[in-house]
């Protein structure tokens, strides 16, 4: 029986091994420099909720009949888009030749040669919001091209504020003096001051980001040398936690992504609360979901002595290093970050554009009348860490941020493990 | 290969086992038919088993640049480092992570096993009976193990809301979804919702078998419900329920989607150790990912071995009696 088994076991190892040294022999994309070639691509990117993109490529594919743009759509979920590109890579397959790149992986995939350099004069950066374009570049060479943009802006309750005579505050101290105020109005019973994003998620490292910033503080300093230990960065985790513990921020704001925070704003469970411009359209609505529709606005987001600063949000288009057809991919990138295109994106999507003449469109800002405030926003919008271990990096500063939040660990003692990790996973002693 | 192959294929039979030699031509010809309509089969388990299992090992040994060159961009390559991985494993700077999602595994499998088991039995025992409606019974019990699992953890996030049914219900202001104790709760009951139906449907399999007559003997003996539960549903069910206990247990030591999906990443009270290999892996740490799997895949082989041979050591010989005493009155009358 034994003897038996052994020997099925060896023939089937046999085997496998002469299938895969058959397999082993195809040939690899070995990445090159030139952006070359002309003829098919690709162009992948995650599931948009308007189905933008498919639009996008489809106008293309009618001009350009010898060069098709195939659309390969990815789950919506950040970490799958990201996972499929690193494993397109890590094979050297040529199945991806544009890639929707969310602004924070740039580094990773740039100090990897995932993605070739771009030549930074064919795209006409120039007429960019700056920030956006900041993000694009690893060692100041160019990579991507900003497509969309986001930036944080403050939803307050109008009416509420109306009421109890307070202005839209610009600092946290007037905020709270405002929800003082507010809070005692009888229309306000029941209700909480501020909510922004607090689950250990992404947006936890963006909400953190822009406390310490808000502060005066840096994550990680111009050279990329993460600076948590700081006293500004102390104050801005500092306004965190201690809006937990006075309970200006509701308790249950530590379970808030996006979507709870935007569901307590439409509730009317809470004044003010920190979002992307998407919740506007949500809480604008007239059918009834929403609570507050025509009883609130957006304001900038507030710091320690003057306008907060946000985090930056958005997308890029960049080139996979093992693509073919290379020249194509550049004009297809020309062509889907063009005025045009930009324009479709935010009129049907929704998606803040990179380019700044759209921000000062009469007729957008009709339609979206917070795009001036959202222009400031993302000008003033400071980019998250730009570090090639990204994954990793927004991993601990979630990890211990969320304890600080929860009081697990005083914010002090937080932030010194935090700077002993970061510093550790960007190799900056 | 042909040959491996042949040798592979010896016919189970008692009587094939003698020396090769003193095999008649008929037997060695039909040896190599079934060598050769059985290799397709090995084939297909050698590169869907074997070879991701093999690959994983190797993976292990390895782990990915970690340098950056002047120009910034990354020194690529993998370096051996033999079993450092597995140093990091046990004796890391991580290693307090990964004995916590070892703990958390066995905590929730036990836990989850065990309730599964005790309500699963009840669910079969209560779809046994005949009474009106028994269909709808039956099938309403297995739609929480039709649904997929992302799906059911996203239910049970909203039931476990900070503004959701679940403190509505019981007037509590429970953060379920936070890290802590109520995290693990609200996984177990997730879980026990959502797999008790399977271990009640194989249990139920097993009733079924059991001869009325026995019970009614029993009757006739004056043994009261609980006694014939005892002493003759619970012994007779009791393959049946080992197979149904051994899967879950199986399954329930690889758990991923269900607290990644209800309570989310980097939750201590929660992680798994499917959980950390796939943090590993999503940041582009191969190495020690492997070296996760690995440890995962031998804690489960370890497991069902311990499992099978203290429990269930005649679970198989059982069930084989069992079908040969069933067929053998059949040949009889035959």
């Not at chain 1, 002469?18 to 162009?43: D, H, K, V, Y």
């Not at chain 1, 009883?295 to 960049?318: E, Q, R, T």
């Amino acid at each position: 029986m034994r003897q038996r088994n052994r020997l099925a076991i060896a023939a089937v190892l046999t085997c496998t091994a002469a299938l895969t040294a058959g397999c082993g022999g195809s040939s690899t994309n070995e990445p090159s420099a030139a952006l070359e070639g002309r003829g098919p691509i690709t162009f992948v990117a995650g599931k948009d909720e308007e189905n933008v993109n498919p639009k996008i490529v489809e106008a293309w594919n009618k001009a350009h009949p010898d060069e098709q743009v195939r659309f390969i759509e990815l789950s919506s979920s950040a970490d799958d888009q990201r996972q499929q590109m690193v494993q397109n890579a890590q094979t050297k397959s040529d199945a991806f030749t544009v890639l929707d790149l969310d602004n924070v992986w740039t580094t990773e995939f740039a100090a990897n040669r995932w993605i070739s350099e771009l030549p930074r004069e064919q795209f006409g950066v120039d007429k960019f919001v700056p920030t956006t374009v900041e993000t694009s570049l690893y060692r100041d060479r160019l990579y991507g091209v900003p497509a969309t943009s986001d930036g944080a802006m403050l939803y307050f309750r109008e009416d509420l504020l109306a009421k109890a005579g307070v202005q839209p505050p610009t600092t946290w101290e007037e905020m709270r003096q405002a929800c003082d105020k507010v809070l005692a109005l009888p229309e306000a019973a029941g209700m909480s001051c501020f909510a922004g994003q607090y689950e250990k998620y992404e947006g936890l490292t963006v909400n953190f980001a822009e406390a310490v910033h808000g502060a005066g503080g840096v994550v990680t300093d111009p050279n990329g040398k993460p600076q948590v230990n700081t006293p500004e960065a102390k104050r801005g985790l500092d306004a965190l936690v201690e809006g937990f513990r006075a309970g200006t921020i509701p308790r249950d704001a530590i379970t808030f992504k996006e979507t709870e925070t935007r569901r307590a704003f439409m509730d009317g469970k809470i004044v003010f609360s920190r979002a992307w411009p998407n919740q506007y359209s949500h809480a604008a609505k007239n059918d009834g979901s929403s609570g507050v529709a025509g009883k609130f606005d957006v304001a900038p987001l507030p710091g320690v002595a003057g306008p907060g600063v946000s985090s930056l949000g958005g997308h890029s288009l960049a080139i996979s290093a093992f693509a073919k057809n290379k020249a194509t991919a550049v004009d297809f990138i020309k062509f889907a970050t063009a005025p045009e295109q930009q324009r479709l994106r935010l009129d049907q999507g929704s998606l803040a554009p990179t380019l700044s003449e759209l921000y000062d469109d009469p007729s957008m800002q009709a339609k979206y009348p917070y795009l001036p405030l959202l222009k400031k926003s993302i000008e003033g919008a400071e980019p998250r860490p730009r570090v090639i271990k990204y994954g990793e990096v927004t991993d601990v500063i979630q990890e211990h941020v969320y304890a600080a939040l929860r009081g697990e660990k005083p914010s002090d003692q937080a932030l010194a493990d935090l700077q002993a990790r970061l510093q550790e996973l960007t190799g900056q002693q | 290969m042909t040959t491996e192959a042949e040798t592979a294929a010896v016919p189970t039979s008692g009587q094939a086992r003698g020396p090769r030699r003193r095999r008649s031509p008929q037997a060695a010809a039909a040896a190599r038919l079934a060598g050769v309509l059985v290799s397709p089969t090995l084939l297909v388990l050698g590169l869907v088993v074997v070879y991701p299992i093999v690959a994983a090992l190797r993976q292990s040994l390895f782990t990915e640049g970690q340098g950056v060159d002047a120009d910034g961009f990354v020194v690529e390559g993998e370096q051996f480092t033999g079993l450092g991985n597995y140093a990091d494993v046990f004796a890391g700077p991580a290693a307090a992570r990964f004995w916590n999602a070892v703990w958390n595994t066995t905590f929730f499998t036990t836990t989850t096993v065990v309730l599964e088991a005790l309500l699963g039995v009840v669910m079969a025992l209560i779809m046994h009976r005949a009474f009106r409606g028994r269909g709808l019974v039956r099938a309403s019990v297995l739609v929480p193990w039709a649904i997929p699992t992302a799906v059911s953890a996203l239910l049970w996030r909203w039931i476990f809301a900070s503004d959701g049914v679940v403190n509505a219900m019981l007037g509590t202001q429970v953060l379920w979804s936070a890290d802590g104790a109520p995290a693990k709760l609200a996984v177990i009951v997730a879980e026990v919702w959502k797999t008790a139906p399977f271990v009640g449907l194989l249990v139920l399999a097993g009733l079924q078998v059991i001869p009325r007559d026995v019970f009614e003997a029993a009757r006739v003996d004056g043994a009261n419900a609980w006694q014939r539960f005892a002493h003759i549903t619970l012994p007779l069910v009791r393959p049946a329920l080992l197979v149904a206990v051994l899967f879950r247990m199986l399954d329930s030591l690889r758990m991923f989607d269900l607290p990644f999906v209800l309570i989310g990443q980097q939750k201590g009270s929660v992680e798994t150790l499917s959980m950390l290999a796939w943090q590993e892996a999503t940041n582009v740490r191969y190495g020690p990912a492997a070296a996760y799997a690995t440890i995962m895949f031998c804690y489960v082989a370890i497991v069902a071995f311990a499992f099978v041979k203290l429990l269930g050591a005649d679970l198989l010989g059982e069930a084989r009696s069992q079908a040969r005493t069933a067929r053998k009155p059949g040949k009889a009358v035959a």
